[in-house]
């Protein structure tokens, strides 16, 4: 089944940590995103990058650092300089450059910081 | 700043009611618009996409949705709903320069009435 996997489902962390969220897709699609979803907020971009090497900031990326070193996977890592990082991530990805971008998501992590 | 407004935050219908959910968006040139779902418990995914031609847009499970631009808007239409359509709705802007930023709607709860 092609599709996007990420892991863990829930992740708790102590004040202090960083933490890194998985991300993997064999879509073969060439564009990544990370969003955080709060409620009542939708979704907020945090990432994306749009080919391996590459990432851009989004609109929220203060806190966030983000990899792509390999075309299927996008990790995520949480730092200690993000104040508020309890929410649900998503990731998400797209075949850019042919018409309007549908993206595919992932099942989501939710983040708990104790 | 480009963003999308989404009406309602939590709608509640009886099963065989009509369903209209508002999205209106700011941004003054030719946009990509979408609709997003997820249903509990399940992914992120696409119900519906408009980027030219008839601006009504016909999707999955018999939603539909109409783009006028002259107000800004796209909203979702579903003549009746079901039980199974208890889901949260997002809408979405991607404007149409090439880049890859996707904008969501904060979201709107729909809960169908058995």
């Known amino acids: 089944d092609g599709g996007i996997t990420q892991s863990p489902k829930y992740l708790f962390r102590k004040e202090g940590q960083n933490v890194t969220l998985s991300c993997e897709q064999n879509l073969n699609h060439d564009a990544m995103y990370w969003y955080r979803q709060d409620p009542g907020q939708g979704l907020r971009l945090i990432y994306y990058s749009q080919i391996v090497n590459d990432f851009q900031k989004g609109d929220i990326a203060e806190g966030y650092s983000v990899s792509r070193e390999k075309k299927e996977s996008f990790p995520l890592t949480v730092t200690s300089a993000q104040k508020n990082p309890t929410a649900f991530y998503l990731c998400?990805?797209?075949?850019?450059?042919?018409?309007?971008?549908?993206?595919?998501f992932g099942p989501g992590t939710r983040l708990l910081v104790l | 700043a480009q963003s999308v407004s989404q009406h309602n935050h939590h709608v509640i219908l009886s099963e065989a009611a009509s369903l209209e959910l508002g999205c209106n968006y700011s941004?003054?040139?030719?946009?990509?618009l979408f609709w997003y779902v997820q249903y509990p418990g399940q992914h992120l995914q696409l119900l519906l996409k408009y980027f030219s031609g008839d601006p009504l847009v016909k999707g999955i499970k018999g939603f539909e949705a109409e783009f006028i631009k002259s107000k800004f808007s796209f909203n979702l239409r579903k003549p009746s709903v079901q039980w199974s359509d208890t889901a949260e709705y997002f809408c979405?802007?991607?404007?149409?320069?090439?880049?890859?930023?996707?904008?969501f709607g904060a979201g709107t709860r729909l809960f169908v009435k058995a």
């Open positions: 979405a802007v991607n404007p149409n320069t090439g880049g890859f930023k996707t904008i």
């Open positions: 998400a990805s797209s075949i850019p450059g042919r018409g309007p971008e549908t993206q595919y």
């Open positions: 941004y003054g040139g030719t946009v990509n």
